[in-house]
């Protein structure tokens, strides 16, 4: 039986961070054990190689920030990339207020569409009010009773006697429409990608619809089988999104979703098990941290992507370039005391605690910085006057309080750039940083 691809993505992981040193041909071996372990995941050649291809330039091209092994800025790089394999970040459903959207769900027989349809009215009841079903599959008349069955009396359901989707579909749009229901969904027959007559039918349901969203259900257990089927559809109706089921074990589920991305479909949401709450949003880092077994390495790949920050953070103050919007940066780095802390501890007689800001005071001046305008954050010498008071109105703060702000902030920024700042440039040169 094949190992999990989680699981053998976490040994690959393991190993290398289990190196004394990442040289040149620990890097070659950590890829090989990357590419073995998505292949043997049903993740596509093509793919594989491009995702191993950027992980291994950029670990061996790549500067780890001070703090950071290679070893850990090797796993971060590989974290960043499976997410971007898998979409980068979260699709936004493009849901409208005060208007009914009209979402028609469509997919192959035996998808899981019809049980999906019943968890997307559940998901869609909690978060958007009036919603309702319309059940049109007339070739699988148990759909109906699959629904009523799933949902109960938690959503309407609407049918009619008649064996014409496109009239079922007609008169329960305009029905819900009149009634002002926030989402309607739209359950039709299952189609065959390959069968002609049956996605001429599904085009003319799209035209009696009329949807805002059309979303396909893939069947995850198909792996890279996703990306032609994606395709099919999207060759036929405009396909807005993509529903992936039976992840809850499914080998495949790697292949599947990647393959999806790669047809140029976004995922909305993935099925993990048979109940109605076993229906998710996708989230690509949220998907990889559950495949790696948790948060612990996507927490490391946080932690080093902060340390790039702060590194950009200590470059523009040892250039003399500190504005508003860097010292709202460094009044984060207060509240969470990370790497920049550490960093500037490094220099002798410069560190975040050597300008002694008031701690209650964080809020109130990162609130203040927001209501100013993007000039005035890049050129504070312009805030006087009405600058102020309109700045305190729209932070909620005193006129005092904008004052103290900017009198703190031209402390900081001199402090920053005095003696210390040449520890500072001679440091970020023997790091290989220009200053």
């Known amino acids: 039986m094949p190992i999990p691809l989680g699981q053998s993505l976490k040994r690959a992981i393991d190993r290398v961070r289990g190196k004394p040193t990442l040289d040149e041909r620990a890097v070659h071996e950590f890829i ?39 070893k850990d800025l090797a796993v971060k790089i590989l974290i960043d990339e499976l997410i971007q394999l898998l979409g980068g970040k979260r699709a936004e459903l493009p849901i409208q207020g005060r208007k009914t959207n009209v979402i028609m769900v469509v997919g192959i027989e035996g998808s899981g569409k019809t049980t999906t349809v019943a968890k997307l009215a559940h998901w869609f009841s909690k978060r958007y009010g009036k919603v309702a079903v319309i059940s049109s599959d007339v070739i699988r008349p148990a759909a109906h009773e699959q629904l009523k069955q799933l949902i109960g009396d938690e959503v309407p359901i609407f049918r009619i006697d008649s064996s014409d989707p496109v009239e079922i579909i007609r008169e329960g749009v305009s029905k819900f429409r009149k009634e002002k229901y926030n989402v309607v969904l739209v359950d039709t027959a299952g189609r065959h990608k390959d069968e002609e007559g049956l996605m001429r039918e599904l085009e003319e349901y799209v035209r009696a619809a009329n949807p805002d969203l059309v979303l396909l259900v893939i069947d995850g257990t198909i792996g890279q089988a996703a990306f032609s089927q994606a395709k099919s559809f999207a060759e036929r109706v ?198």
């Open 32 to 70: 090989r054990d990357v590419q073995r372990a998505l292949i043997e995941g049903d993740v596509n050649v093509k793919l594989v190689l491009q995702l191993t291809r950027k992980v291994k330039d950029r670990a061996l091209k790549e500067t780890p920030p001070p703090g950071v092994s290679r």
């Open 238 to 435: 405009k396909v807005g999104g993509v529903i992936v089921t039976k992840l809850d074990g499914a080998a495949k589920g790697g292949g599947a979703l990647s393959a999806v991305v790669a047809a140029g479909a976004p995922i909305y949401f993935i099925g993990t098990g048979e109940s109605l709450e076993d229906l998710e949003r996708f989230d690509p880092e949220r998907f990889v941290s559950r495949l790696l077994g948790g948060g612990d390495l996507i927490e490391l790949a946080k932690r080093v992507e902060e340390a790039f920050s702060d590194l950009e953070l200590v470059e523009k103050i040892s250039k003399g370039k500190f504005d508003l919007n860097d010292f709202r940066e460094y009044l984060e780095e207060l509240n969470k005391a990370g790497p920049l802390d550490k960093l500037l501890g490094m220099i002798p007689g410069l560190s975040l605690k050597s300008y002694d800001l008031p701690k209650e005071n964080i809020s109130k001046w990162i609130a203040i910085i927001n209501s100013m305008t993007p000039e005035e954050r890049r050129n504070p010498s312009i805030i006087r006057g009405s600058r102020i008071e309109r700045i305190a109105r729209g932070s909620g703060t005193r006129s005092k309080d904008v004052r103290v702000l900017l009198k703190s902030y031209q402390k900081t920024k001199r402090l920053m750039e005095s003696s210390s700042t040449k520890k500072m440039q001679r440091m970020l040169r023997r790091m290989g940083l220009s200053v």
